[in-house]
């Protein structure tokens, strides 16, 4: 088991900087995301090229890249245009994830509160089922991160979607969880489902806080892991996004090393016991 960090949590700067600072603090993986550090339309346009900018400054930092997620969450809204959207972008996009060298895509299950649950569970079923499938062809595993806002909220939630789709795996992030007052046993069916992971302290009301304000008990979700047979990345995620489901702002330097660190230590306890 090996820890990545998110350049999520440095959107403020460039993605060259960004994997500078990830870099720096010693990691060996990172994850990116569409956001300000991908133009997604450009990379659609010409992936190669975009994908050829990324992957050299990786290989300046030494970096390899651990999960690309690309959201796409309208898949679950009424309008068929918008729809036909995220669909056609993902299919655009795996020319650029196959260049970049991706060993897999996180996308979001869907939004929330699209009309009827049932019809925004089958339009979220029916993307998927395409996502795989044209994911598939070029050996790229997709999975979907249950998260806040989505029609995956839960673990439950997470698993009808995950048994609806076949070749359909997860990236799980226990802070969507904890901000629930969901406790991290709950996760233990979607474990052999895991593809990917990411971690930041959390606490009921709160999706993101310092590590010292956080209550996700990270000896539990290690053990967890481990005793799942685990043997993935764990990605050390913070995010700029203060005030969403009450985040709090964190300087994403302290908290990196501070997430890792305890992480490992944990791993490494764990492993010998």
Same mark, same amino acid.
């Given at each position: 088991?090996?820890?990545?960090?998110?350049?999520w949590g440095f959107n403020d700067r460039p993605l060259k900087e960004?994997?500078?600072?990830?870099?720096?603090?010693?990691?060996?993986?990172?994850?990116?995301?569409?956001?300000?550090?991908?133009?997604?339309?450009?990379?659609?346009?010409?992936?190669?090229?975009? *994908?050829?900018? +990324?992957?050299?400054?990786? =290989?300046?930092?030494? /970096?390899? !890249?651990?999960?690309?997620? %690309?959201?796409?969450?309208?898949?679950?809204?009424?309008?068929?245009?918008?729809?036909?959207?995220?669909?056609?972008?993902?299919?655009?996009?795996?020319?650029?994830?196959?260049?970049?060298?991706?060993?897999?895509?996180?996308?979001?299950?869907?939004?929330?509160?699209?009309?009827?649950?049932?019809?925004?569970?089958?339009?979220?079923?029916?993307?998927?089922?395409?996502?795989?499938?044209?994911?598939?062809?070029?050996?790229?595993?997709?999975?979907?991160?249950?998260?806040?806002?989505?029609?995956?909220?839960?673990?439950?939630? *997470?698993?009808? +979607?995950?048994?609806?789709? =076949?070749?359909?795996? /997860?990236? !799980?992030?226990?802070?969507? %969880?904890?901000?629930?007052?969901?406790?991290?046993?709950?996760?233990?069916?979607?474990?052999?489902?895991?593809r990917h992971v990411q971690v930041r302290q959390a606490a009921p009301?709160?999706?993101?806080?310092?590590?010292?304000?956080?209550?996700?008990?990270?000896?539990?979700?290690?053990?967890?892991?481990?005793?799942?047979?685990?043997?993935?990345?764990?990605?050390?995620?913070?995010?700029?996004?203060?005030?969403?489901?009450?985040?709090?702002?964190?300087?994403?330097?302290?908290?990196?090393?501070?997430?890792?660190?305890?992480?490992?230590?944990l791993r490494d306890h764990l492993q010998t016991t």
């Amino acid at each position: 088991m090996q820890f990545a960090c998110h350049t999520w949590g440095f959107n403020d700067r460039p993605l060259k900087e960004a994997l500078a600072t990830i870099a720096r603090l010693g990691f060996r993986y990172a994850d990116i995301g569409s956001g300000p550090h991908i133009d997604v339309v450009q990379a659609a346009e010409e992936p190669k090229q975009v *994908a050829k900018t +990324i992957r050299e400054h990786l =290989d300046r930092y030494n /970096l390899q !890249l651990s999960d690309l997620y %690309l959201m796409l969450p309208r898949i679950t809204v009424e309008d068929a245009d918008r729809r036909a959207h995220e669909r056609k972008s993902f299919e655009a996009l795996i020319p650029f994830a196959v260049a970049l060298g991706t060993p897999g895509i996180t996308v979001s299950p869907g939004l929330r509160g699209q009309g009827d649950p049932d019809d925004a569970f089958a339009r979220a079923v029916t993307a998927l089922v395409k996502f795989v499938k044209l994911a598939t062809e070029h050996d790229l595993p997709v999975s979907i991160e249950p998260h806040l806002d989505s029609i995956a909220q839960t673990p439950d939630e *997470a698993l009808d +979607i995950l048994d609806a789709v =076949d070749g359909l795996q /997860l990236t !799980l992030d226990w802070s969507h %969880l904890v901000t629930q007052g969901i406790r991290p046993d709950a996760a233990t069916t979607l474990l052999p489902r895991v593809r990917h992971v990411q971690v930041r302290q959390a606490a009921p009301m709160r999706m993101q806080t310092p590590f010292n304000q956080g209550v996700l008990d990270l000896e539990r979700v290690m053990t967890l892991l481990l005793s799942a047979g685990y043997d993935g990345i764990v990605a050390v995620e913070h995010m700029q996004t203060e005030g969403w489901h009450g985040a709090t702002a964190v300087d994403p330097v302290i908290e990196a090393i501070t997430t890792r660190d305890a992480l490992r230590d944990l791993r490494d306890h764990l492993q010998t016991t």
